[in-house]
């Protein structure tokens, strides 16, 4: 059974991508995880929820938006630049 929810107010989403793969335990809800699962954003494996690359795609532009969130992890890894990237 899957859940609406807008995904880019996401905190498993969020989640996911500052903590990187996770334990089934220590998910905030798994009725979120299961949505992610279901929409493609998500993926399980033997007790690990990790995000797929349409996750991490959403996961960035999420986080972009979420700057005003009192959280600011994930706003600080989706707005950091890649080391190898030069200056325009």
């Not at 493609?40 to 690990?48: E, V």
């Amino acid at each position: 059974m899957s859940v609406s929810f807008n995904i880019y107010q996401s905190e498993v989403l969020m989640q996911l991508f500052v903590e990187g793969p996770t334990w089934d335990g220590n998910l905030v809800s798994k009725s979120q995880r299961d949505a992610l699962v279901d929409q493609g954003f998500a993926d399980r494996w033997n007790g690990w929820n990790f995000l797929t690359q349409e996750g991490i795609v959403a996961a960035v532009a999420g986080g972009l938006a979420a700057r005003h969130w009192f959280d600011k992890r994930w706003y600080k890894k989706a707005s950091r630049r890649p080391r190898y990237a030069r200056p325009a």
